[in-house]
């Protein structure tokens, strides 16, 4: 089954210790992107990634990280979280950016940074 | 920068009523656009999607949109909406040639019996 893979579902932390959620896709697809989502905000988009070894700023990269060192991988790591990184996490991917294939979307990882 | 605005933040209809719910966007150039949807629980799923040609485009479940390049607007609508659209939607825009979607801020729907 096509898919977006995100783990954990649920995460409970404390401020300063590193984390990743990680993020992977079955489609062979070349675009891979994280948002968060905030209510009232809708969602923004944190990194993204046009392929292996290439990734790019969102909207709101500022701490976060992620890498692409495998097609189908696209982790997102959080250094030192802080509580306003509290939020509802998104991963994506489309099969070329997307100019012309819509967003395949993760399950979501809620986050909760004490 | 781009935006997009979604003026309605929550709706509440009856079962059969008709639907339209607003997105506008701030770009003069060439757009994509789209409608998600998310249901309570789950993640984002496309609705439906425009590119070019024919300004009105039919999605999936009875959804319909229209763009209107003069008011810069991608309105969604539904005819007869059922309890079983509750759920938030979103408008994003694509713009020019940038690799990224810029998401509204989402419009939660409730549609009661």
């Known amino acids: 089954e096509a898919q977006v893979t995100q783990n954990p579902r649920y995460l409970i932390t404390v401020t300063g210790k590193k984390l990743t959620v990680t993020c992977s896709q079955n489609?062979?697809?070349?675009?891979m992107s994280w948002y968060r989502q905030d209510p009232g905000l809708g969602l923004r988009q944190i990194y993204y990634s046009m392929n292996v070894e290439v990734t790019d700023k969102g909207d709101v990269p500022e701490g976060y990280k992620v890498s692409r060192k495998e097609k189908r991988n696209f982790p997102l790591i959080l250094e030192s979280p802080s509580p306003n990184q509290t939020s509802l996490y998104f991963c994506a991917s489309s099969l070329s950016g997307i100019y012309d294939s819509p967003l395949h979307f993760g399950n979501g990882t809620r986050l909760t940074v004490t | 920068a781009q935006s997009v605005s979604q003026h309605n933040h929550h709706v509440i209809l009856s079962e059969a009523a008709s639907l339209e719910l607003g997105c506008n966007y701030s770009?003069?150039?060439?757009?994509?656009l789209f409608w998600y949807v998310q249901y309570p629980g789950q993640h984002l799923q496309l609705l439906l999607k425009y590119f070019s040609g024919d300004p009105l485009v039919k999605g999936i479940k009875g959804f319909e949109a229209e763009f209107i390049k003069s008011k810069f607007s991608f309105n969604l609508r539904k005819p007869s909406v059922q309890w079983s659209d509750t759920a938030e939607y979103f408008c994003?825009?694509?713009?020019?040639?940038?690799?990224?979607?810029?998401f509204g801020t989402g419009t939660r729907l409730q549609v009661t019996l």
């Open positions: 994003a825009v694509r713009t020019g040639t940038a690799s990224k979607l810029t």
């Open positions: 770009y003069g150039g060439t757009v994509n």
């Open positions: 489609m062979n697809h070349e675009y």
